[in-house]
Antibody, heavy 122, light 112 residues
Framework: EVQLVESGGDLIQPGGSLRLACVAS????????MTWVRQAPGKGLEWVSVMSGRGDHIYYADSLKGRFTISRDNSKNTLYLQMNSLRVEDTAVYYC???????????????WGHGTTVTVSS | DIVMTQSPLSLPVTPGESASISCRSSQSLLHSNGYDCLDWYVQKPGQSPQLLIYLSSNRASGVPDRFSGSGSGTDFTLRISRVEAEDVGVYYC?????????FGQGTKLEIK
């Protein structure tokens, strides 16, 4: 079964740091883009960051540059998101998703995890 | 950044009727590969988003043929024929041609 499982969400004070993880199974992890998307309470979807399968292409939302770092360990089928200098406005459910580019070309973000909740509050 | 604009934002539908959602982009979504990089996702209540349509008109695996996507350039449409109660949720379009990827505001489909 193709699956993504996120972890690492927590209640954290402003200015703190957190590392999210996303463990993949059921597909060849190293061939696909992996993307982080977040959703603030009661709001829509916001694209956060993407990393290519080999890790040679990395992109971030402009508002997050310098605070968030995406990485992956293909030997562990795991995607990470290191979040530093957290702000109240970073409070959201963070989803990892497979895609949109992969070994078969552009296929959209065709697998999503269940999400992990980050709450930034004093 | 490419701005994605959906309409309507709220869509009440009678079961068995059809529904359409429009998505317009501020720039062309035509990729150098010759395809329009426009996806449709649905987030059902309490669930993660799931892919419905990619490259404007390709249904994702397991998506019923009641769902269809069309359009090119800057103007796209998601059509749902014979709406069922299980189709309730928020529908998002997303452009995949440029970084940052951007989503539409979402269209909430509800059953009358």
């Amino acid at each position: 079964e193709v699956q993504l499982v996120e972890s690492g969400g927590d209640l954290i004070q402003p200015g703190g740091s957190l590392r999210l993880a996303c463990v993949a199974s059921g597909f060849t992890f190293s061939t696909d883009d992996m993307t982080w998307v977040r959703q603030a309470p009661g709001k829509g979807l916001e694209w956060v960051s993407v990393m290519s399968g080999r890790g040679d292409h990395i992109y971030y939302a402009d508002s997050l540059k310098g605070r968030f770092t995406i990485s992956r360990d293909n030997s562990k089928n795991t995607l990470y998101l290191q979040m530093n200098s957290l702000r109240v406005e970073d409070t959201a459910v963070y989803y990892c998703a497979k895609g949109p580019w992969g070994g078969l070309g552009y296929v959209g973000m065709d697998v999503w995890g269940h999400g992990t909740t980050v709450t930034v509050s004093s | 950044d490419i701005v994605m604009t959906q309409s309507p934002l709220s869509l009440p539908v009678t079961p068995g009727e059809s529904a359409s959602i429009s998505c317009r982009s501020s720039q062309s979504l035509l990729h150098s590969n010759g395809y329009d990089c426009l996806d449709w996702y649905v987030q059902k209540p309490g669930q993660s988003p799931q892919l419905l349509i990619y490259l404007s008109s390709n249904r994702a695996s397991g998506v019923p043929d009641r769902f269809s996507g069309s359009g090119s350039g800057t103007d796209f449409t998601l059509r749902i024929s014979r709406v069922e109660a299980e189709d309730v949720g928020v529908y998002y379009c997303m452009q995949g041609v440029q970084i940052p990827r951007t989503f539409g505001q979402g269209t909430k489909l509800e059953i009358k």
